[in-house]
């Protein structure tokens, strides 16, 4: 039998793994795209703790035409 703090911790690391793999996926993108190398987006990117706001930035990402238009919407997003 789990206790609750076994589910908790479970869930937490299910969570934290998801979050990583939204992170991958849009650096992905932004890399194949926009040629996007390591710097301060990455950076931002990997702050961003909500897998809801990094799914929205992953949409963001697939439709805009320039890295400087993705950075405004996210720059929107976060101050948002």
Known sequence: MRSSAYEILEKEGFQAGLLQGFHRALI???????????????????DVDDAEVMSALH????RSNSIEEFEKKMKLMREG
Do not use: M, P, Q, Y
């Open 28 to 46: 992905d993108v932004l890399r194949i795209k926009f040629d996007l190398s390591f710097g301060s987006l990455i950076n931002a990117i990997n």
């Open 59 to 62: 949409r963001h990402a697939l």
